[in-house]
């Protein structure tokens, strides 16, 4: 819990006559009790993402004791962190009938929603919040930027399988069922929002924070519950969309006015309660001249660390890659990944899709492996964060969905058990992302997608 966050009673009885309409969430303890608790650092969500699946004999381990002394090939750049790692065997993805002929539009569009988009409007957005937002919505009203969704390459790939909103091939992000959330791709533009409003000045008046904007908001929040009773069901979603743009930046002004007395504080000297003693100085970012792939991706990486380091996002979501319009020509070859998936098995294919899975695994493991090694609280960066690795199809060839690829690292503040490989679990990724939320503390009304329970097997505590 955030020392900064908490509220003294006789500080919110004095403004409950003008205040916002936020909601009293759990984190946001009363000062009195939380004054008296060691510090502790709050749990991040990151997502990273590949297309096509894997080749499956050299992503599962042949058996759970010899998975940290002795990982398949694809895993071997996480062999120095294989104990800060849980993979799991058994989780099946989303069913994609009635849509069977859009298995590249599905991957990913269903990777976080854990839901198939309706049949019955297939040309437009219409699918379910995903898992990085509901997330977002919880815990974003502590940081500067409720969420980051970075990517690799543009989001503009043309195609309609299905007659399916193009949208669906290259988003993951759903900000509610009918708003996709697009992903940043310019390193330097990502830096630049990650800390221009820091570098912008102190005050109120630098940050555009104003008596008259917490009134409008508040007149906006008030008049729009007064006119929702009177709408239509399709006027009320599109007031329920705009509403969710509004408390966006209800969320940002009270990230931003927190951030800013943290400063103030620390120009007087005082130390800010968000940061430990020992925790290890925010890293640096170089942003790569060049254009090889490993670069851009670790530079993308890097942003994802230091976001988190400096508590800017707490949810992450990175496209490593989508469907369609990929090559890696730093692995000696310019073939694109999707023709190769489709390899009849032929051994020359499976060579270089499996290179492609190695490379895009290495990158991740960089990632885990820096955070693994910045201190944070009594730990390290990586101890309170869960990091999700992995794709919408489990074989690119056949285009299967039983056994989808995820990889987990971090102890999401202790509620994971790492360093295991469970190869029989049984449920789907709707009751993956409903367990890791809940690891995350993050309070669930229904369950994600098709989910239809949590796994016991991974948490900490059972």
Not at 145 to 174: D, I, R, V
């Amino acid at each position: 819990m955030i020392k900064n966050s908490t509220i003294h009673r006789r500080t919110c009885l004095k403004g409950v006559g003008a205040a916002l309409a936020l909601p009293l969430l759990d984190a946001m303890g009363w000062a009195e009790a939380s004054e008296r608790n060691a510090y502790k650092p709050p749990v991040r969500l990151g997502f990273m993402y590949m297309p096509h699946g894997v080749i499956m004999e050299q992503f599962w381990p042949t058996d759970a004791a010899s998975f940290l002394t002795s990982p398949p090939p694809a895993l071997d750049s996480l062999r120095p962190v294989l104990d800060q790692c849980l993979l799991m065997k058994g989780v099946s993805g989303v069913p994609i009938s009635p849509f069977s002929g859009a298995p590249h539009a599905l991957e990913l569009s269903t990777w976080l929603t854990a839901t198939l988009p309706d049949p019955d409007k297939r040309d437009e957005i219409s699918i379910s919040i995903s898992a990085d937002q509901i997330a977002a919505n919880y815990v974003g009203a502590f940081t500067t930027l409720p969420s980051l969704e970075l990517a690799t390459m543009p989001q503009t790939w043309k195609e309609n399988q299905e007659g399916l909103n193009e949208a669906y091939y290259s988003h993951c992000s759903f900000r509610s069922p009918t708003q996709a959330v697009p992903a940043e791709t310019n390193p330097r533009n990502v830096l630049d929002r990650l800390f221009n409003q820091k570098e912008q000045g102190s005050g109120r008046a630098s940050a555009g924070i104003s008596a008259l904007d917490r009134n409008m908001l508040d007149l906006v929040l008030g008049g729009a519950r007064d006119l929702r009773r009177t709408l239509s069901p399709t006027d009320q979603r599109k007031l329920d969309e705009y509403l969710d743009s509004v408390r966006s930046v209800e969320r940002r002004i009270a990230a931003i006015e927190l951030r800013q007395k943290e400063a103030a504080m620390e120009k007087a000297g005082v130390r800010s309660s968000r940061r430990h003693e020992s925790d290890s100085p925010p890293i640096e970012i170089k942003i790569p001249e060049g254009d090889r792939r490993s670069e851009y991706m670790q530079v993308m990486c890097d942003l994802n660390v230091l976001a988190f380091q400096t508590d800017t996002t707490r949810v992450c979501t990175y496209i490593g890659s989508t469907p369609n319009g990929v090559s890696y020509p730093e692995l000696g070859f310019n073939d694109q990944h999707h023709s190769q998936t489709h390899h009849n098995n032929e051994p020359e294919k499976v060579r270089k899709v499996a290179a492609i899975t190695a490379f895009n695994i290495e990158q991740f493991a960089y990632m885990v492996k820096k955070m693994h090694s910045l201190r944070e609280g009594d730990g390290t960066l990586l101890d309170n964060c869960i990091m999700m690795w992995g794709s919408g199809l489990e074989d690119g060839d056949r285009h299967t969905r039983e056994n989808l690829p995820f990889i987990l690292a971090g102890r999401g503040g202790g509620s994971i058990k790492t360093g295991r490989f469970l190869p029989d679990v049984k449920g789907n990724q709707g009751d993956l992302l409903t367990t890791l939320l809940t690891c995350a503390g993050i309070p669930l009304d229904r369950p994600i997608g098709i989910a239809t329970k949590q796994l016991t097997e991974i948490p900490a505590n059972v």
